[in-house]
């Protein structure tokens, strides 16, 4: 079992719900940015605004960014679950976009992962399409895939491990759009080794839940990418 213990914690945005282990954080969150100085500000920093702060013309910190704006410019109050806050916080109009994309991860496809999807698993090829099928989960942690019930104890992948991943396809259909059907993860081991998994959608009547996996995983690892980034 996962250690999942929470605590509150209170930031100069406010407050945040996280992992009381650090070591057991999802690897979707992201660090509060630091807050640009506002002796280092004179004006509003979002583009085309140009407003000069003085007594009336407050400023206020954009959340996600840390960077200082009008109040025009960063009325938005949006919930940022990447950085755990309890309540919706102010966020500039940049952020605003990134953050909608991220929530729609959040409160959709994140769950696709962890309800799972069912999968015939190929270490090489050729892919037996009849082969055993299993059940692959992201755990509620976000930390790593398993597989449930699976005889031969295949080792979980670290999300932090992941190198790539592949969608893979077969022809088109009649609208001529490639057909996933399934994906292959490239990540390592604990040695360093490099070590690569075929996901091929089993042939259940709920693949559509197994294909609705495969694309909420490429989303997470594009999550990912652009955090290490
Ligand atoms: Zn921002
Ligand atoms: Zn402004």
New binding site residues.
């Given amino acids: 079992m996962e250690a999942t213990d929470k605590m509150l914690v209170r930031s100069k945005s406010g407050l945040r719900i996280i992992a009381a282990n650090a070591d057991n954080a999802s690897p979707f969150l992201l660090q509060e940015p630091e807050w640009v100085p506002d002796n280092t500000c004179s004006h509003c920093m979002a583009p085309n605004c140009n407003t000069k702060f003085d007594f009336m013309k407050r400023r206020h910190h954009?959340r996600?960014?840390g960077?200082c704006f009008c109040n025009s410019c960063c009325e938005t109050k949006m919930s940022l679950p990447r950085m755990c806050f309890v309540d919706p916080v102010r966020?500039?109009g940049?952020?605003a976009e990134v953050t909608k994309r991220e929530n729609e991860f959040f409160d959709k496809h994140l769950k696709v992962l962890i309800t799972g999807g069912q999968f015939v698993v190929a270490d090489s090829e050729p892919i037996d399409d009849n082969g055993p099928s299993l059940v692959c989960k992201l755990s509620s942690s976000h930390r790593y895939i398993f597989f449930e019930e699976d005889m031969s104890k295949r080792e979980n992948i670290y999300l932090d491990k992941i190198e790539s991943v592949q969608i893979l396809t077969s022809g088109t259909d009649p609208q001529g759009n490639m057909m996933g059907t399934g994906i292959a993860i490239k990540y390592r081991l604990d040695t360093g080794e490099e070590e690569m998994i075929k996901l091929q959608v089993a042939q259940v009547p709920n693949r559509k839940q197994a294909m609705l996996w495969v694309s909420a995983m490429q989303k997470a690892t594009k999550l990912l990418y652009e955090k290490q980034n």
């Fill in positions: 954009c996600r960014c960077q966020v500039c940049n952020c």
